[in-house]
């Protein structure tokens, strides 16, 4: 009897464990589908989607286990049913010792890859390309420290404008709300970038889920952090500010341009030059409104 | 000394006690103390609850319509100051005073001057607190947590906070001293420290857990305080300062700071499933253990907050395996409860609906909690709304369910009248059923790369925050059942018959009559008292 009951139970469970499962998509791109982590675009990133589904589920068990001994002991023991109460079951020292240990297997089982992870992580030697993040109020800076090449990135008009307090603008009708910028940063596609991240005056955060990145930007400190993106995965890839910094914490997006490695040299030469051409003294009398758009 | 036993108990059926404002004021008597406490926690608890509503209101769909983004941040800041200082602390402090005596066999709280000083500090920290909305620059907005430099961009309302901040400590350093006095000294002779009811037991945990960080919560707000006007450099570093260290100064306070809210609920839950399983506590002293071992533990967990400041690996894996290390002894409770309701008697009368949520919408923010502990994937949760879901689902359906489940326990003891028990079934399920419409969603929210303390989202977000809205009104709504129930309770509820209003209670504080009189245990209950009321 108890055992046909276990086994039907256990048989709802998995179905409600499978059904949730199949509602968790990989990869979906707006509203109701939106339900689990993004696996990005770098090796780090699926690692930690595996990490993270891996817990995931581990917890998802634990729960079935768990909360399945919760319902049954609900169900059955009933004083309704005319269950009596077992006064003299009050303590276990076997299954007391068994339910420490488990979890201390099972926690073992969460850190091991965990860990191996975070050293990959932390690694940071050996980049390719270095870029100084500054974020200020409300924006960010990018310092390309090997060319000179540097500008700022801000929410873009469009956004900026239907952002105001009953602006009368639908955010439905900007293209991505909030997740938009007027100059991207722009980085090359299978080169581990490495990021030197500050703040100008507040602390930021600057976090692009698809890369697996998410570092502070604290004034007086330099933080490390990298990313390699899949040489097959060039694109545009979105991400906010991740720590409260002041009235427009909301309004200060990342937007990194991924690009081939050619697309990307042309392109840094190209700013390279235009930079130069700015900074350097005007050969004639100087135009106001050229001066104007320079500075 | 029979002769003296027999005069005591007289004077205890005597009730005189002051009338009109003085006994509020004045008051000594470790109830009306406790009333107060609730009261004024409930108060902030609608307060802060108003602030959530704005919240929710403005983050019902994308685009500003209601605040501007300075104001919403004031709203989080201030939302969350009132709810964890203003509403479950007091909340907890005022259980302590009503049920610590009744529960150890002492006539009242061992220092009942400090205990009337420790409460009306707080109407004037709130006032301060609260006020900060109407001066120049506004509320507070710098979030709860007050990180430095931003924090320090506050107007006029940055050292209403400090100093409110400072009074809030104050009052809970006092209230816990006399919860550790009280145990340590008041205790009837044959009251044991191992027979002690778990409420007393995780109360005083807590107490040593407020004693130990209140000051640190002090010394780091007074390091801002003197940043910010005597140009001291603490955490300015231009001046050789760390704004890191704040936060490890901060969390150092914060991290115990969760188990103060938590761990009394933990000893609620504890008295509540055995009088309703009709069964002793499985694993009593498992359970004391246990409790312990997670306040020794929130000492050494704190970075677990900061994964992402940019520490040494090293830091990073210890604070990853010492906070995973809490699963342990948190599981071993979830497991003695639930050994608690197997091969029990089992009804469900509000208070055990409440604490049989708690175990699991409490467990389901444990699991989060433990996904948060692994760094790696902490870099994608770290500030999104899938931490706001995880201690929402920790403090509401956690903290707060204990509170209710405590209240739905005893008031029939504080008021001598049963409450409506359908219309408290009702408020148990429009609640159990909101915090999940509210707080579920969020996990998919902060997944999907929705960042916490935004005023404004993208549109992909739209779907589940007007979800998380909805179950947000309804909860909000669902709580004025709470203090209507509460007050028709007292007006016109039913009488109880005899000490007992559960069947299966256990305890010191079902030994005295309904309602329990204004001063108890003048006589201290004997042995016999004891022994049966103890939990195992
Ligand atoms: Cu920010
Ligand atoms: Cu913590």
Redesign the interface.
């Given at each position: 009897m108890i055992r046909a009951k276990m086994a039907q139970f256990a048989k709802l469970a998995a179905a409600l464990v499978l059904s949730f499962a199949g509602s968790l998509p990989a990869h979906a791109?707006?509203?109701?589908g939106?339900?689990?982590?993004?696996q990005g675009v770098t090796e780090?990133s699926r690692?930690?989607y595996d990490?993270?589904m891996e817990?995931?589920w581990i917890?998802v068990i634990?729960?079935v286990i768990?909360?399945g001994?919760?319902i049954w002991?609900?169900v059955t023991?009933?004083?309704?049913k005319g269950?009596?109460?077992?006064?003299t079951?009050?303590?276990n020292t076997k299954?007391?010792l068994i339910?420490?240990t488990i979890?201390?297997v099972i926690?073992v089982f969460?850190?091991v890859p965990?860990?191996r992870?975070?050293?990959e992580?932390?690694d940071t030697t050996k980049t390719d390309l270095s870029i100084k993040v500054t974020g200020f109020q409300w924006g960010w800076q990018y310092d390309y420290l090997d060319s000179g090449v540097a500008y700022f990135s801000r929410l873009d008009r469009k956004s900026d404008a239907?952002?105001?307090?009953?602006?009368g603008?639908?955010?439905?009708t900007v293209d991505?709300?909030?997740?938009s910028v007027d100059k991207p940063l722009v980085v090359p596609v299978g080169m581990k970038v490495r990021l030197l991240i500050t703040g100008a005056?507040?602390?930021h955060?600057w976090?692009v889920?698809a890369f697996?990145?998410?570092?502070?930007a604290?004034?007086?400190?330099v933080?490390?952090a990298w990313f390699k993106v899949d040489t097959d995965k060039p694109g545009l890839y979105r991400?906010?500010?991740?720590?409260?910094?002041?009235?427009?914490?909301?309004?200060m997006p990342i937007v990194v341009d991924v690009r081939s490695k050619a697309d990307f040299e042309a392109w840094l030469k190209d700013k390279a030059a235009e930079q130069k051409q700015a900074a350097a003294p005007p050969a004639a009398a100087p135009d106001v409104a050229t001066a104007a758009a320079a500075g | 000394m029979a002769e003296q036993h027999a005069h005591a108990a007289e004077h205890d059926d005597h009730d005189h006690k002051p009338h009109g404002w003085r006994r509020w004021v004045y008051a000594t008597n470790h109830k009306d103390i406790g009333t107060m406490y609730l009261i004024f926690a409930c108060t902030m608890f609608f307060i802060g609850g108003a602030m959530a509503m704005v919240i929710r209101l403005e983050l019902f769909k994308?685009?500003?319509?209601?605040?501007?983004?300075?104001f919403f941040?004031s709203m989080t800041t201030m939302h969350a100051l009132m709810m964890i200082f203003g509403a479950v602390m007091p909340a907890w402090t005022g259980l302590a005073n009503w049920m610590i005596p009744l529960q150890v066999g002492a006539p009242d709280m061992a220092l009942p001057r400090l205990n009337n000083f420790s409460f009306w500090i707080l109407p004037f920290a709130f006032t301060l607190l609260l006020s900060s909305l109407f001066v120049p620059g506004g509320a507070p907005?710098?979030?709860w947590t007050m990180?430095p430099?931003?924090v320090l961009?506050n107007g006029a309302s940055f050292p209403m906070l400090i100093f409110s901040i400072h009074l809030m400590g104050a009052s809970s350093i006092l209230g816990a001293i006399n919860v550790v006095v009280t145990i340590m000294n008041l205790r009837a002779p044959g009251m044991t420290l191992l027979r002690m009811p778990l409420f007393v037991w995780t109360w005083l945990i807590t107490a040593y857990l407020l004693i130990a960080v209140m000051p640190v919560l002090a010394g780091a707000v007074t390091m801002l305080l003197t940043d910010h006007f005597f140009g001291t450099t603490f955490f300015?570093?231009?001046g050789g300062g760390?704004?890191?260290m704040f936060q490890h100064i901060f969390w150092f306070f914060g991290h115990p700071e969760v188990y103060i809210l938590i761990l009394p609920a933990f000893g609620i839950v504890s008295e509540i499933i055995p009088t309703f399983?009709?069964?002793?506590?499985?694993?009593?002293e498992?359970m004391v253990y246990a409790t312990a071992s997670i306040a020794f533990l929130s000492f050494i967990v704190w970075a677990h907050h900061m994964f992402?400041?940019?520490m040494p690996?090293a830091a990073?894996?210890f604070f990853?395996?010492s906070t995973?290390?809490i699963?342990?002894p948190t599981?071993?409770k979830?497991?003695n409860w639930?050994?608690t309701?197997?091969?029990?008697?089992?009804?469900f009368e509000p208070p055990m609906l409440f604490a049989?949520a708690f175990?699991?919408l409490f467990?389901?923010g444990g699991?989060s909690g433990?996904?948060l502990a692994?760094?790696?994937?902490d870099?994608?949760y770290?500030?999104?709304y899938f931490v706001v879901a995880h201690f929402h689902y920790v403090l509401v359906p956690g903290a707060i369910f204990g509170i209710m489940a405590g209240v739905y326990y005893w008031l029939p003891k504080w008021v001598g009248n049963m409450y409506d028990q359908t219309l408290a079934k009702w408020h148990f399920w429009l609640s159990t059923i909101f915090v999940n419409v509210l707080f579920f969603p969020q996990h998919?929210?902060g997944?999907?790369?929705m960042?916490r303390?935004?005023?404004?989202?993208?549109?992909?977000?739209?779907?589940?925050n007007m979800v998380s809205s909805i179950g947000g009104f309804g909860f909000g709504l669902a709580q004025l059942l709470f203090p209507y129930l509460i007050w028709k309770c007292v007006k016109s509820g039913e009488r109880v018959v005899g000490n007992k209003a559960w069947e299966g209670a256990h305890g010191l504080e079902w030994e005295l009559p309904s309602p329990a009189p204004y001063h108890s245990w003048g006589t201290p209950p004997s042995e016999t008292m004891i022994a049966r009321g103890a939990a195992?």
């Open positions: 791109e707006s509203g109701w939106l339900l689990n982590m993004t780090i690692k930690i990490l993270h817990i995931f917890c634990i729960a768990v909360f001994a919760m002991s609900i023991y009933r004083k309704s269950a009596v109460a077992d006064v079951l009050v303590h299954v007391e339910w420490t979890p201390v926690l969460m850190a965990a860990a992870t975070l050293v992580i932390e239907a952002r105001e307090l009953m602006s603008i639908d955010p439905t991505h709300y909030l997740l005056d507040v602390i955060s976090w889920p697996g990145v998410k570092k502070d604290i004034p007086g400190f933080n490390e991400g906010q500010c991740a720590e409260l910094c002041g009235r427009d914490h909301g309004f | 994308p685009g500003m319509q209601f605040v501007d983004p300075q941040n907005a710098g979030g990180y430099p931003l961009q300015t570093a231009a760390d704004p890191v399983s009709r069964k002793p506590l499985f694993g009593y498992a992402t400041v940019g690996l990073q894996l990853m395996l995973m290390l699963a342990i599981g071993v979830v497991f639930t050994t309701m197997f091969r029990g008697s089992l009804t049989i175990l699991f467990s389901i699991f433990l996904m692994i760094v790696p994937a870099y994608q770290q500030d999104t998919f929210l997944l999907a790369g960042p303390r935004i005023p404004d989202y993208a549109v992909q977000f739209t779907d589940w195992h």
